[in-house]
């Protein structure tokens, strides 16, 4: 039964994507199309985990590498033109909660289709994604060889945005209890996480409040 539940979740929330889909390809507007393709891919985020769940044995833990291709996939046939076309993944077939993996899922989405937009003024370039663990810990990073991003100044950054992207990954950031750095050594752009493959246990006078 709760198969089924997370089947027809996925399912739903896949409409919800679609949807969201057409009415940036209809739109004439490139904000709005940029807004609703991130919309789309922070909703297929949720929707590929419950597809997981469904087709996975064990429905208290999600296949990252099966996930986070699935959802690279979502987001190459969302985008129009070539800029996915160099779009990599190299993960771990590491266990998740499925919470957890939400919450990662969404980080991809997000830093993703920020280098999607701003690593590249001209043309379209490798944009790599890895997952691996180190010990207790998990790595994500997402890199890229743009133009870089001068977080003090801005540069790399539309002056339209709002900033919501950021919010995002900061909030899915302290989900996973992760810290967020960008690789100074990398030409381009780098933001690598770090973040324990669990949540730590809390202590039972905590639980019980």
Do not use: W
């Amino acid at each position: 039964m709760l198969r089924e539940v997370n089947h027809r979740v996925g399912n739903s929330l896949q409409i919800i994507a679609s949807l969201l889909h057409l009415q940036a390809s209809s739109s004439a507007d490139d904000d709005v199309k940029a807004a609703l393709i991130n919309a789309m891919g922070r909703v297929a985020a949720v929707a590929q985990v419950h597809r997981r769940l469904y087709t996975s044995h064990d429905l208290k833990s999600v296949l990252l590498n099966q996930y986070l291709d699935a959802l690279l996939d979502d987001l190459r046939r969302s985008t129009e033109g070539e800029r996915m076309s160099r779009l990599t993944l190299k993960a771990e077939p590491i266990e998740i909660d499925p919470d957890r993996a939400v919450a990662i899922g969404i980080i991809v989405n997000e830093l993703v289709m920020n280098a999607v937009k701003y690593a590249y003024t001209d043309c379209a370039g490798p944009i790599d994604v890895e997952l691996h663990g180190e010990g207790v810990e998990l790595v994500l990073s997402i890199a890229d060889s743009g133009i870089g991003l001068d977080v003090a100044s801005g540069i790399g950054r539309d002056p339209r945005s709002t900033g919501m992207g950021q919010r995002i990954v900061s909030a899915m950031a302290t989900k996973l209890e992760a810290n967020v750095e960008r690789d100074p050594n990398h030409a381009g752009t780098k933001i690598v996480l770090r973040f324990p493959h669990s949540t730590p246990a809390k202590p039972a006078s905590m639980a019980a409040m």
